[in-house]
């Protein structure tokens, strides 16, 4: 299945698969990769500020898988070098994920070790570092599946999710970011996406 026409499914299967694995590290870079030229696709600016709006567009689906879509704007109190500073001190997902994950992955090929995979805690721990959901992660991989950009993509039949009780396969997906977001409006009714 490895070409280029499919590139951002090959993409998938492998943040998938790590995913599966337990590595949500491996799993960011290489959907990173793919979120990257999902955005293009859709017409994002080849930059950091495309990159950041893709994942800004679509916090509703990211969160609602990733970390309950009551927290869609959440802003943490959590500075790194690596990351601009802002007048208020708060950095959003999208500047963790785009200087955090992306950048110390494609540019030293790793990322800090600020950054800490938690089952369900979110929020800075105390000691400098950040606590994440590895849902986010899934939440992302989700995101560039559900962009109409990708409706031409595939992956492996077997790879699907749960949120909140429902489970959703990756390749009844693709393309189909509003029939995704309708279905997840249905599960948070009280704060849906």
Request: aromatic share 8%; net charge negative.
């Given at each position: 299945?490895?070409?280029?026409?499919?590139?951002?499914?090959?993409?998938?299967?492998?943040?998938?698969?790590?995913?599966?694995?337990?590595?949500?590290?491996?799993?960011?870079?290489?959907?990173?990769?793919?979120?990257?030229?999902?955005?293009?696709?859709?017409?994002?600016?080849?930059?950091?500020?495309?990159?950041?709006?893709?994942?800004?567009?679509?916090?509703?689906?990211?969160?609602?898988?990733?970390?309950?879509?009551?927290?869609?704007?959440?802003?943490?109190?959590?500075?790194?070098?690596?990351?601009?500073?802002?007048?208020?001190?708060?950095c959003g997902i999208e500047d963790i994920i785009y200087h955090l994950a992306r950048c110390g992955l494609y540019h030293d090929a790793s990322m800090t070790n600020a950054i800490r995979?938690?089952?369900?805690?979110?929020?800075?721990?105390?000691?400098g570092n950040l606590q994440l959901p590895r849902m986010l992660v899934t939440g992302l991989i989700v995101a560039v599946v559900a962009s109409p950009a990708s409706s031409d993509q595939?992956?492996?039949?077997?790879?699907?999710?749960?949120?909140?009780?429902?489970?959703?396969?990756?390749?009844?997906?693709?393309?189909?970011?509003?029939?995704?977001?309708?279905?997840?409006?249905?599960?948070?009714?009280?704060?849906?996406?």
């Amino acid at each position: 299945m490895k070409n280029h026409e499919n590139a951002i499914g090959n993409r998938v299967t492998e943040a998938f698969g790590h995913m599966v694995a337990g590595d949500a590290r491996e799993a960011l870079f290489d959907i990173c990769a793919a979120a990257e030229r999902t955005a293009r696709q859709e017409g994002y600016s080849r930059n950091r500020t495309g990159f950041k709006a893709f994942v800004i567009d679509n916090i509703p689906i990211i969160a609602a898988i990733g970390i309950g879509p009551a927290l869609a704007g959440l802003r943490f109190q959590f500075s790194h070098p690596d990351i601009p500073a802002s007048s208020d001190g708060t950095c959003g997902i999208e500047d963790i994920i785009y200087h955090l994950a992306r950048c110390g992955l494609y540019h030293d090929a790793s990322m800090t070790n600020a950054i800490r995979f938690s089952e369900k805690t979110i929020g800075p721990d105390g000691s400098g570092n950040l606590q994440l959901p590895r849902m986010l992660v899934t939440g992302l991989i989700v995101a560039v599946v559900a962009s109409p950009a990708s409706s031409d993509q595939i992956t492996d039949d077997q790879h699907w999710f749960s949120c909140n009780g429902q489970v959703f396969y990756l390749n009844k997906l693709w393309g189909k970011r509003d029939d995704l977001l309708n279905q997840l409006k249905g599960l948070w009714p009280a704060s849906g996406p």
